[in-house]
């Protein structure tokens, strides 16, 4: 069982739609990520959270240490929010080295 | 703005090869990291260095090696490129406890 699971695995929605998209992590963690990766590669942070929310735009992440979930919202979706998102962990154990343990990402694709 | 840069976003090398894929950071990052990515299975580590000089196994070493002699540059080096090792190359930079920069990528391809 990977220790970072996400859900859906592929996700297509239109334009205007509310998005959550899940994280689920079996290990201790000292912050969890999410990033975005455009066609082509670059990966860009989107959020690091430890507690609580964060929001940026129409992007929110919320993150529930107790029961090991995150959940990453999209408000009023649009076609250039098409991407794979990705949650990852900085687990305990990693110390400062900030190692993470990735999710096999999500892949969003909203339909103008 | 902060930057990490891989040498090249496409490559085609031939089985047997030696590979060098470089990565430079402007950050003064202590923390590098060499990851690839193939579908289905996400991130894996292959690399990673918290100093000059210095490197940790990740998770999948093995036929890869990395050089650290800059702390702004962090090298993968591929000592004899098999088809198994196609995929994307992502490195990433980061300070203790704080978010990590990748560059954008090394597709490569091994012929």
């Known amino acids: 069982k990977n220790e970072v699971e996400q859900s859906p695995q592929n996700l297509t929605a239109q334009e205007g739609e509310f998005i959550t998209i899940n994280c689920s992590y079996s290990?201790?963690?000292?912050?969890l990520h999410w990033l975005q990766q455009h066609p082509g590669g670059g990966i860009v942070s989107l959020f690091m959270?430890?507690?609580g929310k964060k929001k940026h735009g129409r992007l929110i992440a919320t993150i529930n240490i107790q029961e090991k979930h995150s959940s990453l919202h999209i408000t009023a979706s649009h076609p250039r929010d098409s991407a794979v998102y990705i949650c990852?962990?900085?687990?305990?154990?990693?110390?400062?080295?900030?190692?993470?343990?990735f999710g096999t990402g999500t892949l969003l694709a909203v339909q103008p | 703005d902060v930057k990490v840069t891989q040498s090249s976003r496409y490559l085609v090398k031939r089985t047997g090869e030696k590979v060098f894929l470089e990565c430079v950071q402007d950050m003064d990052h202590e923390n590098m990291f060499w990851y690839r990515q193939d579908p289905g299975l996400g991130l894996r580590l292959i690399y990673f260095s918290y100093d000059v000089k210095m490197k940790e196994k990740g998770d999948i070493p093995e036929g890869y090696s990395v050089s650290r002699e800059k702390k702004e540059r962090f090298s993968l080096i591929l000592e004899s490129a098999s088809t198994n090792q196609t995929s994307m190359y992502l490195c990433?930079?980061?300070?203790?406890?704080?978010?990590?920069?990748f560059g954008q990528g090394t597709r490569l391809t091994v012929v």
């Open positions: 959270l430890s507690s």
């Open positions: 990852a962990v900085s687990p305990s154990y990693g110390g400062a080295t900030n190692k993470l343990i």
């Open positions: 290990v201790g963690i000292s912050a």
């Open positions: 990433a930079s980061s300070l203790e406890y704080t978010e990590a920069f």
